[in-house]
């Protein structure tokens, strides 16, 4: 048995009435994903537990089937691990993304404006995180680049107990209002407004605005956590698998969870990325006698947070026809039996730009197990609420896709 499981990032959203009371998954064509909704299972299920907070790390940690009120111990680590960092036990992690803020005046009045800095190139983010290190790090404080606008900060013997605010959490909103809260968080707000002041006028962010882009002008500091311990993907189900995803969070999971972590050239983390290039690298894992393969695609979730409806859109459909389609058509013809899970990590919906800890649908497809076709089952939030099968857990779902 082969088991592939799609993870279109923060996919889910709410009904928009700028698409006639609908969600972006009930109007993108996808007719690969609901095809097999159609002979499969369709539900619903919570991937983030009430009481923590709707990020990424903890929806993929509960998608892969680890119990995040467990094993999550901050985003950064797992970002951490992806970058080949060697954690002490008493060192904190902390992600670094570089962000663009406008305004005139104090550091504090000025304005959040886009958390990925318009997608900067990796190639630009690591010259600007070398000019932070040269001015930042200390005996205890480290940098390290990573890709596109996501990078990490080693501290050691830190603490945890700051009080952080994702960035893309806060779009639109003042800066004062979401600097670091905490008994000795000072240090981190000073970091942040002496990196606006080493990047405002560096050579990569001019040539940025001079092409109309935005501009990489200021660190922001969040995500923080130690050293996270994940038991083996391996010994866990017995599959041997590998993670595809351009992103160092999802990277980082796999990685600590024994799995292989997949790069693929090209691949960006947001709607224009090398989708032939992760469908062929799935393919080659599979065909190389891995038993399971867990892609994520972070397209989705990006526009959600741009608030990009119709980029939503496109990304979920091109990720049905170039990544879901010809992936499935190469397991039905390998012959060998095998599984299909779709499932977003969470919601990112449209309307507040942000994660939402509501529940997701999910498709689940056996290829020994072909349900009598009914195409009111389909990939979307409708469908699956109106299945009244749901997890309550996130992980409870991959018990059941992975050991059922």
């Keep these: 048995m082969k088991y592939f499981v799609l993870v279109p990032d923060g996919a889910g959203d709410e009904k928009l009435e700028e698409l006639g009371g609908k969600t972006p998954l009930e109007v993108a064509n996808m007719p690969c994903a609901d095809a097999l909704a159609a ?3 369709v539900g619903m299920v919570r991937t983030v537990p009430e009481g923590i907070a709707p990020g990424s790390d ?16 901050g985003r950064s680590p797992l970002e951490a691990a ?12 902390f992600r670094t993304n570089i962000i663009t803020i406008e ?12 958390h990925s800095a318009g997608d900067i190139t990796t190639a630009e983010a690591q010259q600007l995180i070398e000019a932070l290190a040269a001015e930042l790090s200390t005996e205890d404080i480290k940098f390290y680049p990573g890709v596109s606008y996501r990078h990490c900060m080693i501290m050691k013997n830190g603490r945890t107990d700051y009080e952080l605010t994702p960035p893309h959490d806060v779009l639109g909103q003042r800066v004062g209002d979401h600097l670091p809260k905490g008994e000795g968080a000072e240090f981190i707000t000073d970091m942040m407004k002496k990196s606006y002041e080493i990047l405002k006028d560096h050579p990569v962010n001019l040539e940025r605005i001079k092409k109309g882009l ?16 994940l038991s083996a993907f391996k010994e866990k189900y017995g599959l041997s698998g590998a993670a595809i995803s351009a992103v160092d969070l999802i990277k980082g999971i796999a990685i600590c969870a024994g799995l292989d972590s997949i790069d693929v050239e090209g691949a960006t983390g947001t709607l224009h990325t090398n989708y032939d290039g992760k469908k062929d690298a799935a393919i080659k894992a ?6 399971f393969v867990y892609m994520h695609l972070e397209g989705p979730d990006e526009c959600g947070h741009q608030a990009d409806i119709d980029g939503k859109i496109e990304a979920l459909e091109k990720i049905d026809e170039l990544v879901l389609k010809p992936v499935v058509e190469h397991l039905k013809e390998s012959g060998e039996d095998f599984k299909v899970l779709i499932v ?5 919906p449209i309307c507040i730009r942000t994660h939402s800890s509501t529940p997701v649908p999910y498709v689940i497809y056996r290829s020994d197990d072909v349900k009598e ?18 997890f309550e857990q996130g992980y409870e779902m991959a018990d059941y896709f992975f050991a059922g």
């Design 39 to 41: 002979e499969g299972e």
């Design 58 to 73: 903890a929806a993929n940690l509960s998608v892969m089937g680890y119990d995040p009120a467990i094993y999550l111990t």
């Design 82 to 93: 992806s970058i080949g960092i060697d954690m002490d036990d008493t060192d904190v992690a």
């Design 103 to 114: 305004g005139d005046g104090a550091y504090e009045d000025m304005t959040i404006v886009d």
């Design 214 to 229: 935005n501009p990489a002008n200021t660190a922001w500091i969040w995500g923080q956590g130690k050293k996270p311990a």
């Design 286 to 291: 599979f065909e190389e006698g891995k038993d």
């Design 344 to 348: 977003p990590d969470h919601r990112t």
């Design 373 to 390: 076709k009914d195409s009111s089952r389909g990939f979307n939030e409708t469908a699956g609420e109106a299945s009244g099968r749901f």
